[in-house]
């Protein structure tokens, strides 16, 4: 590689990540801005974070936030691993290709069909069984599970397609019942994938704003519904303030789960040496 | 259980030994001889879960989308006529109210289908400039050493992980007329007023390419990254130029790549609403920008739910498409 084309590569990845990052550090860097005009530096300020913990609208939208992306995070990785499992595992069986269409379809499609599909399913569900009554946090579980739970399938999916089938059949061979053999080798094999698929279902419902528009009703305001309304009357820097304790912790998150798999990975190739090293003496 | 296990694998460990007992627990076995006996194994049950719930709030919603599509608003709640009306009280007098009027509106208000034009040219315009940003970064990352792709693939992952909405919030600081980029421009002296940025078409473009990057970028990485270069080095010995040889085969070979790209940035780019909602012009014609405002601003119910339908034809012939190279690479992998 000479240092012409290299050149041009640290160039590429120089203005790649400057768009990338830009934004999100004028974020931060305006989060702890004194003045409430973005355009003025006046002075370094944590005011807007103390604003920030006293505004309670903000603070109730993000714990029913939470409660929603965990408990939808938690049901659509069941759903998203048996719906993966099924794809991956099972062979071909009646209604495979409808299945594969429908568990992968949400991943592309606006969100402003799902939302309102949704929504007019709730409605005609109320109006003939009186279920759900009233729409808020159910609905919007609901709805969130149903999107969520395509990106678990296609991630534990897969991590089964590329994992060998040899050790689930020697335990079947070993009398092993399908559902043991599902909960003592592939569970523990594929656990990886179904973390980062929780971590993605629990930050796409954190962060929906359209689909739980449709399907929310009074009195259940989201976290992104609470900012979405104040960020269209312009520029507040408590907002700000709270993007940058998003950012934080999601660097730290990442951070962590970067080691973890890094550590991970060599006690992996530690074990391997020994298991060589022990196979030729 | 191996002695020097951290606690974390010890708790992993205790959950699954705890799971693999509630299998053998008894209202389990009872469960699983009930679905034996009715000729339903676990493995129907893995499938049937799932299925149904797809069936029940993904197909069913789309189905209900389509009748309400055909039916006429009319104010009360839910805001829309029923399709089939008792008319009298014998059989006969059902009364069928299809009606096709909704579609009718939206050929003859020349707004939808503009909206649809300029939806589908500002998504292609967002896809090809994420192209020409993303290619080249997919491109160095691949290129680089094996040491440093992890860091920089996380890199361009990790703003996916933060909020969509706050990233698009963003860029309001940034392009507002006092604004960092208006001031820095100024200082500069390239400009000596303000541009209006904010509220404009290229708003939109910056923040679709900006939102959407990530997913342009990650099938571009997975393709160039297992191209197989030794083709370029016989390009090289036998005389070719880098650029020809890049453009002779590096990007033949990334074609896939590139497909799956634009589709994953065009397809939701389409649709989008909150983008065009916060950077673009207060009269934006994004169809995803009319389907709200038809629904919750003029509670047209059918309108929306025609406007979904006809959104969702000019969607389906990339949908099927995206879904078929899916597909074809899942099948590869396996």
Redesign the interface.
């Known amino acids: 590689m000479n240092s012409k084309t290299s050149l041009a590569r640290l160039s590429f990845l120089l203005f790649g990540f400057a768009f990338l990052y830009i934004p999100i550090v004028s974020l931060v860097v305006y989060s702890f801005n004194e003045s409430r005009l973005v355009t003025v530096w006046s002075g370094f300020s944590t005011e807007w974070y103390s604003r920030l913990f006293d505004n309670e609208q903000i603070l109730e939208a993000a714990w029913l936030s939470l409660r929603i992306a965990a408990v939808n995070a938690t049901g659509a990785t069941i759903l998203g691993t048996l719906a993966g499992l099924a794809l991956a595992r099972f062979g071909r069986f009646r209604g495979r290709t409808l299945l594969s269409g429908m568990s992968t379809a949400p991943l592309v499609m606006p969100e402003v069909i799902t939302g309102l599909s949704l929504l007019l399913l709730f409605v005609a569900t109320e109006q003939a069984f009186g279920w759900p009554a009233g729409r808020g946090v159910s609905t919007i579980t609901i709805a969130h599970i149903t999107l969520t739970l395509s990106y678990v399938t296609v991630i534990v999916q897969s991590r089964l397609a590329s994992l060998d089938v040899s050790l689930e059949e020697a335990a079947m061979d070993l009398g092993a019942r399908p559902a043991s053999v599902f909960m003592r080798v592939t569970l523990p094999i594929i656990s990886p994938a179904l973390i980062s698929g929780w971590l993605l279902a629990f930050t796409i419902s954190l962060d929906d704003l359209v689909i739980a528009s449709f399907v929310s009703g009074p009195g259940a305001s989201t976290l992104p519904m609470v900012i979405f309304s104040k960020v269209r009357l312009g520029v507040s820097p408590d907002i700000n303030a709270l993007a940058t304790i998003m950012v934080a912790l999601v660097t730290l998150g990442v951070l962590i789960a970067g080691l973890v798999m890094l550590r991970r990975d060599r006690a992996r190739q530690r074990d391997m040496q020994m298991a060589l090293r022990s196979d030729a003496s | 259980m191996k002695a020097d296990a951290t606690p974390g694998e010890r708790l992993?460990g205790a959950v699954?030994t705890q799971?693999?007992a509630l299998?053998?627990l008894p209202p389990c076995r009872w469960a699983?001889t009930q679905l034996a006996r009715r000729g339903l194994s676990?493995?129907t049950a893995?499938?049937a879960?799932?299925?149904l719930?797809?069936?029940l709030?993904?197909?069913?919603?789309?189905a209900?989308?389509l009748k309400?599509s055909f039916s006429e608003a009319q104010i009360a709640m839910?805001p829309y006529q029923p399709l089939l009306q008792w008319a009298g009280d014998r059989l006969a007098d059902i009364r069928l109210n299809v009606n096709p009027g909704n579609y009718l509106y939206l050929v003859e208000d020349s707004l939808y289908l503009r909206a649809f034009a300029n939806s589908v040219q500002v998504a292609a315009i967002s896809t090809l400039a994420a192209l020409l940003?993303?290619y080249?970064?997919a491109?160095?990352?691949a290129?680089?050493d094996t040491r440093w792709r992890g860091i920089?693939l996380?890199?361009?992952i990790?703003?996916f992980?933060?909020?969509?909405?706050?990233?698009v919030?963003?860029?309001?600081?940034?392009l507002?007329n006092?604004?960092?980029l208006n001031?820095l421009l100024l200082w500069l002296g390239v400009i000596d007023r303000p541009i209006v940025m904010l509220q404009t078409d290229f708003a939109t473009y910056l923040g679709i390419v900006?939102a959407y990057?990530p997913f342009m970028?990650m099938p571009l990485y997975a393709n160039l990254e297992k191209m197989d270069l030794t083709l370029l080095e016989a390009a090289a010995d036998l005389g070719c130029r880098?650029l020809r040889a890049f453009i002779g085969i590096t990007l033949p070979l990334s074609l896939p790549g590139i497909v799956a790209g634009c589709?994953?940035v065009f397809?939701?780019a389409?649709?989008?609403?909150?983008i065009p909602?916060?950077l673009g012009p207060a009269d934006s014609l994004m169809i995803?920008k009319i389907?709200?405002t038809e629904?919750?601003n003029n509670r047209d119910?059918p309108v929306?739910?025609a406007v979904?339908i006809a959104?969702?034809l000019l969607?389906v012939a990339p949908?099927v498409y995206?879904?078929r190279v899916?597909?074809r690479q899942?099948g590869e992998?396996?």
Do not use: C, D, H
Request: no cysteine; aromatic share 18%.
């Open positions: 992993a699954r799971l693999g299998v053998g699983r676990g493995r893995v499938i879960v799932p299925y719930w797809l069936l709030f993904f197909l069913v919603p789309f209900i989308v309400i839910p940003i993303g080249p970064l491109y160095a990352i290129r680089s920089l996380m890199l361009v990790l703003p992980w933060t909020s969509f909405l706050l990233r919030y963003a860029w309001i600081g940034i507002k006092n604004g960092l001031n900006y990057l970028v880098p589709m994953l397809i939701p389409v649709g989008e609403y909150v909602a916060l995803g389907l709200w629904f919750f119910w929306a739910s979904a959104l969702l969607l949908i995206f879904q899916q597909g899942a992998r396996a």
